[in-house]
């Protein structure tokens, strides 16, 4: 599978849409945009109350040009906060924002702001979601993984204690504000997190974006704000091009799964604390292109090429050794996107393009043990 070519990068910011119909939305893409939240959402609300969910660590950073930038428009804005960490993405932190909600007395007009990363993005979007059956939100994503794929596209949810992301509805933001400048705070470690997600689309879409971050990796790497911005815009291009197509995932929204059977896996058998997402996602990748490899459907090149930029990315790509035998083939029997006994597991064909195989987990399994 491949996606469309971009258009070239021009003027600071950049839009992209996301097509869908009536639940069509823009994407602004570049540096400063966060002082923008107030203009861009008056476009698309009338001006009244707006409620601004965040964490300590970002909203310390962050929160006061956001609400400058909204009352400046003519809105009063109200906060909440939840605490930093994954483990707050759960049903007690949702019943909490509704509570606050209420004591705002927020009405079903009242647009809903997620300043952060996936975290509150995730659990903001979910809250405005079901919040009187459903009220305006809008991302505000505060780091690169959320930036180029947890705020577009409506995946919203939280954490069960049996499992991550258990909960949830689709529910398309009205509105995406990326900041380029934002990621300067960004702890090393997260970006290259974020870098991960990434490589995933030129690898399974794109052999363009590929060859730019194998070009350009020191550039990356040092923050450089225009070609952040492309990257960003480019990795949200092709995603509001998957979504466009499938936007519940009935089929070929799965692409964007690349690395993440085995991820998922990984993150579960290291109780989510040896690895970032994103880090999870590298070794997934780089064991997926093996296993391709090991099937026949690409050359050992495409291997060495996508394990070399990992690796250079300061990622990790291999597997755990804890991270086998009948542990791992339960691990991945109980990820929630298993039917029939079988993954729709993605495999890479070459740079750029990709292709489903169905595979019982020990048939991957075994692969990790090769
Ligand atoms: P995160 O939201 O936990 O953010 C990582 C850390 O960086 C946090 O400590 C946060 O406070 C901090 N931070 C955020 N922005 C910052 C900034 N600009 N400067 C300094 N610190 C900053 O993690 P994440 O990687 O953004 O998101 C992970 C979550 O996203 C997971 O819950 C995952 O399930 C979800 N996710 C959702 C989708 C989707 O489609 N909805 C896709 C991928 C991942
Ligand atoms: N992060 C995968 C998706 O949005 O489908």
């Given at each position: ?16 849409q ?13 540096t400063?945009?966060?002082d ?7 476009a ?6 707006a409620?601004v969910?965040s ?10 040009r ?5 009352e ?6 109200a906060?909440?906060e939840?605490?930093?960490?994954e ?21 079903r ?32 994503p505060?780091?690169?993984l959320a930036q ?6 409506g995946?919203?949810?939280v ?8 909960i ?5 933001p ?11 705070s ?15 689309y030129?690898?399974?879409?794109d ?10 990796l ?7 704000a ?6 960003v ?20 929204r799965?692409?964007l ?14 109780e989510?604390?040896r690895?970032l997402?994103?880090e999870?996602?590298?070794?997934g990748?780089a064991?997926?292109?093996?296993l ?9 090149t495409t ?6 930029l ?5 990622l ?35 740079i750029?393009?990709?292709r ?6 020990d ?7 090769a």
């Amino acid at each position: 599978m491949t996606e469309p070519r971009s258009t070239p990068a021009s003027a600071d910011p950049a839009t992209v849409q996301v097509g869908l119909g009536d639940r069509a939305y823009s994407i602004v893409i570049g540096t400063g945009v966060l002082d923008e939240t107030g203009p861009q959402l008056a476009a698309i609300v009338r001006p009244g109350l707006a409620v601004v969910v965040s964490n300590p660590t970002v909203g310390r950073l962050y929160r006061a040009r956001v609400t400058a930038s909204l009352e400046a428009a003519g809105f009063r804005v109200a906060g909440i906060e939840i605490p930093d960490g994954e483990e707050h993405k759960n049903l007690a932190w949702v019943a909490f924002a509704y509570e606050r909600l209420i004591e705002a007395h927020a009405e079903r007009s009242t647009p809903v702001l997620a300043l952060g990363g996936g975290v509150i993005g995730d659990l903001a979007g979910f809250v405005a979601a079901t919040y009187l059956r459903g009220v305006p939100f809008v991302q505000v994503p505060t780091t690169l993984l959320a930036q180029v794929d947890s705020s577009v596209g409506g995946k919203t949810g939280v954490n069960l204690p049996a499992g991550k992301n258990l909960i949830g509805a689709f529910y398309q933001p009205r509105l995406v504000l990326g900041d380029i400048g934002v990621l300067q705070s960004l702890p090393r470690r997260q970006f290259l997190a974020g870098l991960a997600e990434v490589i995933k689309y030129g690898v399974i879409l794109d052999a363009e974006l590929f060859a730019l971050v194998e070009a350009e990796l020191d550039r990356i790497l040092q923050q450089d704000a225009g070609l952040l911005r492309r990257i960003v815009r480019r990795c949200c291009e092709l995603k509001a091009a998957v979504v466009e197509r499938d936007e519940r995932e009935s089929d070929h929204r799965a692409i964007l799964n690349f690395g993440h059977t085995l991820a998922h896996a990984v993150e579960t058998l290291t109780e989510y604390k040896r690895f970032l997402h994103g880090e999870a996602v590298a070794i997934g990748m780089a064991f997926a292109a093996r296993l391709s490899r090991a099937r026949g459907l690409c050359d050992e090149t495409t291997v060495e090429r996508l394990v070399a930029l990992l690796t250079r990315a300061g990622l990790p790509v291999a597997v755990p050794p804890d991270a086998a035998g009948p542990a791992l083939v339960l691990a991945i029997e109980t990820d929630k996107k298993v039917a029939g006994g079988k993954v729709k597991f993605v495999c890479v064909e070459a740079i750029g393009r990709s292709r489903f195989e169905l595979l019982a987990a020990d048939v991957i399994a075994a692969q990790a043990a090769a």
